[in-house]
């Protein structure tokens, strides 16, 4: 698709910086570092990190307590003017040709300049506002201030690029955003190293290892989960369930619970391959989900998943090839059945696991994100 350097200086606005695996999941890291393939030059500009305040937090905990109404704290206008400024210096001193603003929306609808913009988010204020817990139940004029900022990055954008086609949906219909103006390239796995193309074959013989990875138990479906579990057991299924990122304070001899996993160190990585290779399904069933980078990381694995259709998910696993996505309404019954039905069907469980990996190869990695990034990075030079 792309083999050619774009001889251009872009320059990359992130929230934090993105040479930092841990920042946001480690999607600007694995952005940057895709990147850099296809540019001559790359800088990233730092405007001093722009994560919520201790006191703009403690703001928004007295407000939700006794107003029951949420306050944004990233979203103050006098900061957000004095980040820009410092932005709109650092583009000229450095000669930026194009600016890729990641997940910056607040800040990018203070600046000021003539170099080109490339809009970049997993979602919109608009999607995000009463469907995440933390953007739910806000005060008036902090969704006011959301939307105005949100537009306002969206409109003063060339390109306007989202990982999945229901945040793209949001900027169009939310926003009144062009869709000639919007590309939905899906994120990468999070990975420094794809597993090799060989996937894993999962003995039907043995247990059918049901694999939940997420530091928010509620959140990420982990009720969900439990529930399921009991159920495939009460039906005489061999089946197990590993939790990892969290502690989800339940015991269970079918249970296994791996509070955290530091992937910097190698025995704590060779188990989480392990983990990988020795499970059936990503049982996943999110209650929200912008994209869902452990989705793509299952594809990579080649590991179907079983998830709620929420959000952005449906971009990541394709229905019914590379997993099951249930309506947002289904019960523990629907998804017990959604996993006796596929494990008890060895022909059709290899082909989703061979599709997920195929989907791996072919959409959700970094290098396939960078280059299409990088033609719209050309589109906007040189037309």
């Known amino acids: 698709m792309m083999t050619e350097v774009l001889p251009i200086h872009l320059g990359i606005l992130a929230a934090d910086d993105p040479h930092n695996v841990r920042t946001w999941s480690g999607v600007p890291y694995f952005m940057t ?22 006191t703009g937090c403690l703001i928004d905990r007295w407000s939700r307590r006794l107003f029951r109404k949420g306050y944004i704290p990233g979203h103050v206008p006098y900061i957000l003017q004095y980040k820009a400024r410092t932005v709109e210096r650092l583009i000229k001193s450095h000669n930026i040709d194009v600016l890729l603003a990641i997940t910056v929306d607040p800040l990018v609808a203070f600046l000021q300049t003539e170099v080109p913009l490339i809009h970049h988010s997993d979602t919109t204020f608009a999607a995000m506002a009463d469907y995440y817990p933390s953007y739910s139940s806000i005060w008036k004029f902090c ?24 945040a793209a949906n949001s900027a169009i219909n939310d926003y009144g955003i062009s869709p000639q103006k919007i590309r939905v390239i899906p994120y ?13 074959q999962v003995n039907h013989l043995d247990s059918c290892q049901l694999l939940f990875i997420g530091r928010q138990w509620e959140r990420k479906g982990g009720p969900i989960a439990f529930a399921t579990l009991l159920e495939l057991l009460s039906r005489g299924m061999n089946t197990n369930l590993v939790v990892v990122g969290c502690n989800p304070q339940i015991t269970h001899e079918k249970l296994t619970v791996i509070p955290f996993l530091n992937k910097q160190i190698p025995q704590d990585l060779e188990l989480y391959l392990s983990l990988w290779q020795d499970s059936a399904f990503l049982f996943m069933p999110s209650n929200q989900e912008t994209f869902g980078a452990i989705y793509a990381e ?3 694995h080649g590991l179907p998943v079983i998830a709620k259709d929420t959000g952005g998910i449906s971009s990541c696993v394709q229905h019914e090839v ?25 022909k059709i469980y290899h082909s989703f696991k061979k599709a997920a990996r195929d989907r791996y190869d072919n959409i959700l990695n970094w290098d396939i994100w960078a280059q299409k990034t990088i033609l719209t990075v050309a589109e906007v030079m040189y037309t």
């Not at 990468?188 to 894993?200: D, K, R, V």
């Not at 019960?331 to 006796?340: G, K, L, P, Q």
């Open 33 to 54: 570092k895709a990147l850099t393939k296809y540019v001559e030059n790359l800088t990233y500009l730092s405007a001093g990190p722009l994560q919520w305040s201790p």
């Open 143 to 166: 969704r006011d201030r959301g939307d105005r900022y949100t537009a306002r990055a969206l409109s003063d954008s060339k390109i306007c690029t989202f990982p999945s086609q229901w």
């Open 188 to 200: 990468g796995a999070n990975l420094s190293t794809a597993p090799f193309e060989q996937i894993s």
């Open 298 to 300: 299952a594809a990579a």
């Open 322 to 346: 590379s997993g099951l996505l249930l309506p947002e309404s289904s019960s523990i019954n629907d998804y017990a059945n959604s996993i006796e039905k596929i494990w008890a069907n060895p």
